[in-house]
């Protein structure tokens, strides 16, 4: 089940690589109210150092190259399997924790879908009932994308590997603008962070595209491998569709993503963690935070047997963004 938290992290994430509609807008999650959600602190705050001026490149090629190592790596991606560790904290009302759950999944994907098992709740195993279940909802999953990806092909039509429209670099520089790219070292490698801002008159064509519309951030990306490695964005405005029946999010809801090299041969996500408030008809409700930390990473083959001889990846330095 992916959590509503995770939907905002990847709604800027894996847009600006056209993948936007991915994960947006699907699960159910809960989370702690926050005071006041804020938008991140100053880029310059939390980037890492600055080094030597060499000149920059340019920023819509470089998001294009983005776009393409996205699509490259999915083969690559397919063959691994991961765990998940997402902490819900529920909101007495009053600002205080009312309830806190903890839900480990593995992630990976199915016929060519990425898709997630829970495995844990609270610290403990699912029942037999419970993981078949599980095993079901992830059937259901897979035919429906498989089906929505079958439509879009038909209409000619750019789609994500769940079946949902893709958001293309092109449109995003339509619906936006790129700009402040500077050179930044993070966790020793060189990096081009740019700043991101929706134009809120931009002509759109789909939910994803309405949610991208209203949407600040900062993109790190690594300048060798042209991979986003770090993204921490939020909503400037209150953002709703259909008057706030179809969905509604407040503004400063915030949202962040790192992810880290796995093997030397494939990024893959560390951590995602979000803030603030927001609803979707009766797919999700999130009013509060919510973090997921991601590790264990393994190669399995398509019947998820871990491959012999291939243990867990040791995890880099545990990312600490903190996109309040």
Not at 45 to 72: C, F, H, S, W, Y
Not at 85 to 107: A, F, I, L, P, R
Not at 167 to 187: C, D, H, K, W, Y
Request: hydrophobic letters at 35%; charged letters at 30%.
């Amino acid at each position: 089940m992916a959590v509503a938290c995770k939907a905002l992290v990847l709604a800027i994430s894996i847009g600006w690589t056209g993948m936007f509609t991915a994960f947006a807008l699907q699960s159910p999650a809960g989370g702690v109210q926050a005071a006041a959600p804020q938008p991140p602190e100053p880029a310059t705050a939390q980037e890492g150092a600055k080094i030597e001026d060499r000149p920059l490149p340019d920023i819509p090629t470089l998001m294009r190259a983005v776009e393409a190592n996205e699509r490259t790596s999915e083969a690559v991606k397919k063959d691994y399997i991961f765990r998940s560790v997402q902490t819900e904290e529920h909101s007495d009302g009053h600002g205080g924790v009312k309830k806190t759950e903890t839900k480990e999944y593995d992630e990976f994907w199915v016929q060519g879908v990425p898709v997630q098992r829970m495995t844990k709740k609270d610290g403990k195993e699912l029942s037999e009932a419970e993981k078949k279940k599980e095993d079901e909802e992830i059937d259901k999953e897979v035919a429906k994308a498989k089906e929505r990806r079958a439509k879009g092909d038909a209409k000619g039509k750019e789609t994500t590997p769940r079946g949902e429209d893709e958001i293309t670099v092109s449109r995003l520089l339509e619906l936006g603008s790129f700009t402040n790219a500077r050179r930044l070292q993070m966790n020793g490698r060189d990096t081009i962070a740019v700043d991101f801002a929706g134009d809120p008159k931009a002509k759109t064509r789909n939910r994803g595209e309405d949610v991208v519309r209203d949407l600040v951030g900062t993109a790190w990306v690594d300048e060798q491998d042209k991979v986003l490695v770090k993204v921490q964005g939020y909503f400037l405005n209150n953002f709703k569709i259909g008057g706030g029946i179809v969905a509604n999010i407040q503004k400063g809801t915030s949202f962040g993503m790192e992810q880290r090299k796995v093997n030397d041969e494939v990024w893959l996500p560390a951590l995602l963690e979000g803030r603030g408030e927001a609803r979707a008809l009766l797919l999700f409700k999130f009013d509060g935070s919510l973090r997921a930390v991601e590790s264990d990473y393994r190669k399995f083959r398509a019947t998820s047997t871990i491959l012999p001889g291939v243990g867990m990846v040791k995890p880099a330095a545990s990312p600490t963004s903190n996109p309040q």
